[in-house]
């Protein structure tokens, strides 16, 4: 275990959790400590926990989770989700982020579609910043913020919700078939699918967007089971 002036000089967030479950007593030497040494990461951590013991958003910004859609054809919606960070420092530099919005804030986006876009014996993949989930000249018919079920209970904070979806995308291996249409008989997922089954696998189930075949017909948590890239 870390002592308070090593995590301090180190400016290491990433310890500031464990060392405050392992000594609850020293959260407030930790604290004057980083007051002291201007460690900004640390002190930045401590804010977020103080504020998920009071039930509120866990992190500073706040970390928004937008369940979109746009529609597709025929008046179906293809559902994403547009994850905005805006300029968190734990997103500082992140080449997943370097798109913004009109008013600045950066944003990345997380969805499936079919590889190649050839919908006819395709295979579902899915990317961060897929180009039609990513641009904002298509008009959503969709748009509402959701939020962790273990954010909302102080349980977890708004970053970790984010870098799980992000963790789990990246151990989908993208070579599922892909329908169109998928029915319960046949074998393939299609983009609502692979973002309803990636959602509960993090443990989230919102509210369906209207009009998204396929949602109800989750890709199985066992299309996610890639090595993590960190672990390879
Ligand atoms: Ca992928």
């Known amino acids: 275990m870390k002592t308070a002036e090593e995590i301090v000089a180190a400016d290491e967030a990433g310890a500031v959790r464990d060392f405050i479950e392992?000594?609850?007593e020293a959260e407030g030497a930790l604290r004057e400590a980083a007051s002291r040494h201007g460690a900004d990461a640390v002190l930045h951590e401590l804010d977020a926990i103080a504020l998920g013991?009071?039930?509120?958003?866990?992190?500073?910004?706040?970390?928004?989770?937008r369940l979109q859609a746009h529609p597709v054809f025929a008046g179906r919606n293809?559902?994403?989700?547009?994850?905005?960070?805006?300029?968190h420092p734990a997103f500082e530099g992140d080449p997943r982020f370097t798109r913004t919005l009109p008013d600045g804030r950066r944003y990345a986006t997380l969805g499936a579609g079919p590889k190649d876009m050839n919908?006819?014996?395709?295979?579902?993949?899915?990317?961060?910043n897929r180009a039609w989930d990513a641009s904002l000249l298509?008009?959503?018919?969709?748009?509402?913020?959701?939020?962790?079920?273990l954010v909302v209970s102080g349980e977890m904070t708004e970053r970790e919700a984010v870098e799980r979806l992000f963790e789990v995308d990246a151990r989908y291996a993208d070579l599922t078939d892909y329908d169109m249409i998928p029915f319960r008989w046949s074998g393939g997922y299609n983009s609502n699918g692979y973002l309803s089954g990636l959602l509960e696998v993090v443990g989230w189930s919102p509210e369906a967007p209207p009009h998204v075949p396929g949602w109800d017909?989750?890709?199985p948590g066992a299309a996610f089971t890639l090595e993590p890239p960190d672990a390879a």
Request: charged share 25%; hydrophobic share 35%; proline share 12%.
């Open 119 to 128: 919908p006819i014996f395709g295979t579902l993949v899915s990317s961060v």
């Open 138 to 149: 298509i008009p959503d018919t969709y748009d509402a913020e959701i939020q962790h079920p």
């Open 22 to 24: 392992a000594d609850p």
């Open 53 to 65: 013991r009071e039930g509120r958003s866990t992190d500073t910004p706040h970390l928004e989770v």
């Open 78 to 87: 293809h559902a994403y989700l547009m994850v905005i960070v805006d300029d």
């Open 217 to 219: 017909k989750p890709l």
